[in-house]
């Protein structure tokens, strides 16, 4: 099968084979990463613009090395820059780029949306890089990608999700993802973090991380965050890390090759402790590796899916 | 306009559920009152308008709509949101107060009255606001603003949350006689929603409206009204559970009224689904369930009024990330057509059935329909006599519309008359078209 | 597309890989640091038949590898059925050896100035030599193989298609016509 969108947004919209061809397409690129020469002239000539609302180090970075990587120029926008500020509007900052000729703008944003709203307006390929609550596609695909590495497969998986689930994109993507390629998922939260009708995007729920980890073959924990303000952060997060929190002891009672993941950055000792962080259970490092494999692929066939358009009806001549 | 100019709206099927009448007939109007309904009516010096295979009925009383003037010119001024109303055979508009000023003092008062006499093309009746600026602090004068002439009072876009400030403007609304509209909503529990809490919330990443938001209002309002004894009418009703409870008060004999706008009883919350700010209403669009419900509620009568809620918005309020986006749809020149399509043509309502909710409770309600009563005229014969708008009734505003039930037409902006063109319904296929709108007995619409 | 014409039926394609094998032994002195890389998919397929052979006449396994080249393609954005990006694997270092690449049909030149761009960003191999089934002429770019199956005149209308019994269920090789 064959790519034909534009733009990625998000995970709801694709199809099983769809998720399938980017992680598979994944596995090649995930190659050029171990060579001496880690360049491939996939992208040359193209334009990749970084269009980030909201601070982001790793994913830019991320989406930075992996267009980089597949010989395409690179643009980075950070929300504080001028226009921005000056009041220019989304869709406007996108036309101007559309202008500039650039191929991809890869956006992230704090408003839900946005990159549909994005991707809508101007003619050029948009990837999502995070928009609000809503998704962020390539960080599922990774955390997918690094599981099916790890495990061989997604079907029949039960996968554990742990965190802030109702303000999480992570979570939105994962449950998507995971449930389109036939895993079971899991959430575990405390009430008031699980958002209504989570049932009907085919995820069950649990208030009880014990129970959460009993029969998971992975656990995916997402960053808490709590109030800048210091005075009730600390009994907060101590609360949360002794009643959600992922340790040592906890991962006991659970299977014995449970895989740990995290989106990153991790908050040692609110969400997790060190010792799984950086112990034998976590793939939190690879799975920033496999970020890059799976960037180039997104950026890739996004890339073709505007091509494809242009298309004459005959086969290639080599 | 000359002296007794005469109009003859021949061979039209009429629809005047006032005087029970539901027949081909022809309708005589006579300088701005309607003279005579009859069939085979014939004159000489009459301008004529065939109506045959159209359906004749008053022009639409709209009891909720914002005409932005003064203050937001931009998105709609009085000149252009009644030629709007025209276009999709409303004849008469409730203006809402949330301008810039309120309307809630005399002079604001009597700056609205003129620029509605210089400038509007229908007919513009005005609701006051309950407290200044719609603040829900402090009152307004209700006896002066009666005085200089509201139709109504509503502190709409807001309620007043204060339960003993709001009792006491029902009590008091009483006293001067004065409707009172309520836009229920606890903001304490939308807190920032943009959608229906739901699976679409969840979905779409955005905070959620919650159906309780609504209804726990509406139960404090009914409660308060029955205190006060007063009246009440409830807008743009949406949940299930607001009609029930309702329901409820009106079995209770309670004197309270409800309207609801199309977007209710046609969309359902799946449609935001493309984060399409069209889309984006307060109350929001909300489960297939809550539609039923108000569609059984338009049947069995529980909700009394079809109103457009109105609420134009230019484009850089609307084309921008959805939860910055403002709320609201525009509605007066596709609220008929929306009726008959998901109304008549679904069989929820009857021609007669329509008419009610879009013209005759309406005006009933706003008290500018005069209920029919006999009378000996010079001759000593015993007639009928009914007055006002909302009816076609001999003697009544010559407020007609002929409409042309099963054209189909498609809704696209450059088609609008409003300055605004946030319409839920753009792209979409409707059936009904108003040919004519005669206003006071002018011909101020054709299509 | 219809078949026109066989060229090559199972015994001749494969006793035409076995010359090709002795041709290189010949040319290469033996399999001191000799390697071979089929390029996906076919060619792949040919250079492990090629090994076979090899590993018959000198008693030695050469090292096979399977190079993608559809990163390096030039023609991307023209080709109207978008190409699945398959793995590159190739588990030794290319650096000082000779190199073979394999391919099926040689036509234009294109894919071998494509994989040529691959091998060198994966290392420096002390030479390439190109092996390969048919040559159809046509050339685009200045490429000659080192090793020719078969040459075979074509027209622009026509194309070869080399069968493998690992992919396509039996051996041959045909000239297809478009009509």
Redesign the interface.
């Given at each position: 099968m064959?790519?034909t969108k534009k733009d990625l947004l998000g995970l709801?919209d694709l199809s099983r084979e769809e998720i399938e061809l980017i992680l598979?397409?994944a596995?090649?690129?995930k190659?050029?990463s171990t060579?001496?020469?880690k360049?491939?002239?996939?992208l040359r000539g193209k334009t990749v613009v970084n269009l980030f609302y909201e601070p982001s180090t790793r994913t830019r970075v991320s989406f930075e090395v992996a267009a980089k990587r597949?010989s395409a120029d690179v643009i980075n926008i950070a929300a504080s820059e001028s226009s921005v500020r000056k009041g220019e509007?989304?869709?406007d900052t996108g036309r101007n780029i559309e202008a500039l000729k650039a191929d991809i703008i890869v956006v992230r944003?704090n408003?839900?949306?946005?990159a549909?709203?994005l991707a809508r307006n101007v003619g050029i390929s948009v990837v999502n890089a995070g928009?609000?609550?809503?998704?962020h596609p390539t960080q599922a695909l990774l955390d997918i990608f690094t599981l099916k590495e790890k495990l061989g497969k997604i079907e029949g998986l039960k996968v554990t999700i742990v965190g802030d689930i109702a303000h999480s994109?992570v979570a939105?993507s994962n449950i998507w993802g995971l449930t389109k390629l036939g895993a079971e998922v899991l959430v575990c939260a405390p009430k008031m973090l699980i958002?209504?009708?989570?049932e009907?995007?085919g995820a069950c729920v649990t208030h009880n991380i014990d129970d959460a980890l009993r029969d998971a073959d992975a656990i995916n924990v997402l960053r808490m965050q709590f109030e800048r303000d210091e005075e009730n952060a600390f009994p907060k997060q101590l609360g949360y890390f002794k009643n959600f929190g992922i340790t040592e002891e906890r991962l006991k009672k659970a299977k014995k090759n449970i895989i740990v993941m995290h989106p990153g950055p991790i908050n040692r000792g609110i969400e997790i402790s060190s010792e799984v962080a950086d112990g034998l259970n976590s793939v939190i490092l690879e799975q920033v590796t496999n970020g890059i494999a799976v960037r180039m692929s997104v950026l890739?066939l996004v890339a073709?899916g505007r091509?494809?358009k242009?298309?004459?009806?005959?086969?290639?001549?080599? | 306009m000359t002296k007794n100019s005469k109009l003859l709206i021949k061979n039209g099927h009429i629809v005047d559920p006032a005087n029970n009448l539901d027949m081909v007939a022809d309708i005589l109007i006579e300088n701005s009152n309607i003279s005579q309904v009859g069939n085979n009516i014939k004159l000489n010096n009459a301008k004529i308008i065939d109506a045959t295979d159209k359906i004749v009925m008053p022009g639409l009383v709209d009891m909720h709509v914002h005409l932005r003037e003064p203050g937001r010119e931009d998105k709609e001024t009085i000149a252009s949101g009644t030629e709007a109303a025209l276009k999709g055979g409303v004849t008469t508009v409730l203006a809402m107060p949330n301008t810039q000023p309120a309307v809630d003092c005399v002079e604001n008062l009597r700056l609205l009255k003129s620029i509605i006499k210089e400038t509007a093309n229908a007919n513009v009746f005005i609701v006051g606001a309950i407290t200044k600026e719609r603040e829900g602090k402090e009152f307004v004068d209700i006896a002066k603003l009666k005085k200089e002439g509201i139709a109504a009072i509503s502190d709409d876009g807001s309620s007043v949350d204060n339960d003993k400030l709001m009792l006491k403007a029902l009590i008091k609304a009483k006293e001067y006689k004065v409707l009172v509209i309520c836009h229920c909503e606890d903001k304490l529990l939308t807190k920032n929603g943009a959608v229906n809490l739901g699976f679409t919330s969840t979905r779409l990443g955005l905070r959620g409206i919650s159906n309780e938001s609504e209804y726990k209002r509406v139960e404090r309002d009914i409660l308060l009204a029955e205190r006060a004894k007063a009246r009440l009418h409830i807008a743009h009703v949406s949940c299930r559970q607001s009609v029930e409870l309702i329901a409820k008060a009106k079995r209770k004999g309670i004197r309270v009224t409800a309207e609801t706008a199309p977007q209710y009883f046609s969309l359902s919350e799946e449609a935001v689904l493309r984060y399409d700010t069209n889309m984006k209403v307060n109350p929001p669009l909300r489960s297939k369930d809550d539609v039923d419900a108000i569609r059984q509620g338009l049947k069995d009568g529980v909700i009394d009024v079809i109103a457009s809620d109105h609420a134009p918005h230019t484009k850089n309020e609307k084309d921008i990330e959805f939860e910055r986006a403002e709320f609201g749809v525009i509605g007066l020149e596709t609220e008929l057509a929306v009726s008959i399509t998901e109304l008549v043509n679904k069989g929820i309502l009857d021609w007669m059935g329509l008419v009610k909710k879009m013209a005759l409770n309406p005006a009933k309600i706003l008290g500018i329909y005069k209920p029919p009563h006999q009378f000996q005229d010079s001759k000593g014969i015993l007639r009928n006599w009914c007055g006002g708008k909302g009816t076609l009734s001999v003697g009544s505003d010559a407020d007609i519309i002929v409409v042309s039930p099963n054209k189909e037409w498609r809704v696209e902006k450059e088609g609008f008359a409003s300055k605004s063109k946030n319409s839920a319904f753009l792209g979409r296929k409707l059936v009904g078209m108003v040919e004519y709108t005669i206003c006071n007995g002018k011909v101020a619409y054709k299509l | 597309m219809r078949e026109k014409a066989k060229i090559l039926d199972k015994d001749t394609l494969n006793r035409t890989i076995m010359r090709i094998a002795h041709e290189i032994l010949e040319k290469n002195k033996g399999t001191k640091e000799l390697c071979l890389v089929g390029i996906r998919n076919r060619g792949v397929y040919i250079a492990r038949r090629l090994a076979d052979c090899i590993e018959n006449i000198e008693k030695e396994r050469i090292a096979v590898g399977a190079l993608d080249i559809t990163l390096y393609r030039d023609d991307l954005t023209l080709i109207a059925a978008q190409p699945l990006v398959r793995k590159t694997e190739i588990d030794f270092d290319l650096t000082d050896k000779n190199i073979v690449l394999v391919d099926d049909v040689l036509y234009t030149g294109r894919t071998v100035r494509a994989a040529l761009d691959a091998l060198i960003d994966l290392g420096r191999p002390k030479s390439i030599q190109l092996a390969v089934l048919i040559d159809r002429g046509h050339r685009e770019l200045p490429i000659r193989a080192d090793y020719v199956g078969k040459n075979i005149p074509t027209a622009q209308n026509e194309a070869i298609e080399v069968r493998l019994e690992e992919v396509d269920g039996q051996d041959e090789a045909v000239i297809m016509e478009r009509d």
């Open positions: 064959a790519w709801e598979t397409t596995e090649s690129f190659e050029v060579r001496e020469i360049k491939v002239p996939a597949l509007t989304l869709i944003h408003a839900s949306g946005a549909e709203m928009d609000g609550w809503h998704e994109r939105r958002p209504a009708a989570i009907q995007m890739f073709q091509d494809t242009d298309a004459t009806g005959n086969s290639p001549s080599l | - | -």
